[in-house]
C-alpha cells in the first residue's frame, strides 16, 4: 500500500496540514475517502511481523490519525468533522491546529528510513553464512542462511538437527542475526 497520495484539484492558497483524528482502526478507510473527494492527503504505515501470521501486517504509524492538507477557508473545519470515519480535526480549544510542511516532510523522511532499513538488514545476509535465530520458536538455534524469499521478508534456512540432518524452514528474516 503505497502512504501517500496526493490529489489536490488545484493548489489552495492558503493550505495547511492539519492531523485528522478517524474512528478506532479505519484510518484507511478514511484516506480511501479524502482520496475520492479530491483532498490531499498522507497516511503513514508502517510494515510490521504481528505474533499472529494472521493479522495485519500494515500498520498506522499514527493509529487514529492521518494527515490532511487544504484551505480551511474554502472549505471549513466542519467538513472535517462530517466525513465518514472521521472524528475531526485536532484543535487547540476550538482552532484547528496547523502542522508546519517540514513536520510532514520529517515524517515521510522518517518512514522512508524505517523502510530501507528492513530492506538492508536482510541484503548482508548470503547464501551459507552462518545465522542465529534471535526470536520466535527455534530462539537461540544456529542455522545456515539459504535465501531470501523473493517479495517479502522472510528467509530461508538450513537448520541442523541432533540426527545430523538438516531441514529448511522459512521465518520473518528480521529474526534472524549474523552468528
Not at 24 to 42: C, D, F, M, N
Not at 74 to 99: K, Q, R
Not at 161 to 173: E, K, M, P, V
Request: proline share 7%; aromatic share 10%.
Amino acid at each position: 500500500m503505497n502512504s501517500w497520495c496526493s490529489f489536490p484539484m488545484t493548489e489552495p492558497t492558503n493550505a495547511h496540514w492539519y492531523a485528522l483524528r478517524s474512528q478506532a482502526h479505519r484510518e484507511r478507510h478514511l484516506w480511501h475517502y479524502l482520496k475520492s473527494v479530491g483532498h490531499e492527503a498522507y497516511y503513514p504505515v508502517i510494515h510490521v511481523q504481528p505474533v499472529n501470521p494472521r493479522a495485519r501486517k500494515v500498520q498506522p504509524f499514527f493509529p487514529g490519525y492521518l494527515f490532511v492538507k487544504s484551505s480551511l477557508d474554502e472549505v471549513g473545519a466542519s467538513t472535517f468533522n462530517h466525513m465518514p470515519y472521521a472524528i475531526g480535526l485536532v484543535c487547540y480549544g476550538t482552532e484547528p491546529i496547523p502542522i508546519q510542511e517540514h513536520v510532514i516532510q520529517g515524517i515521510m523522511r522518517r518512514i522512508a528510513d524505517l523502510l530501507q532499513s528492513r530492506r538492508d538488514h536482510l541484503s548482508k545476509f548470503s547464501p551459507g553464512d552462518p545465522v542465529r535465530i534471535k526470536s520466535g520458536l527455534l530462539e537461540g538455534y544456529d542455522a545456515i542462511f539459504d535465501t531470501r524469499i523473493s517479495g517479502s521478508t522472510r528467509v530461508r534456512l538450513l537448520l541442523d538437527l541432533l540426527s545430523g540432518a538438516q531441514i529448511r524452514l522459512q521465518i520473518d528474516g528480521n529474526q534472524i542475526a549474523k552468528a
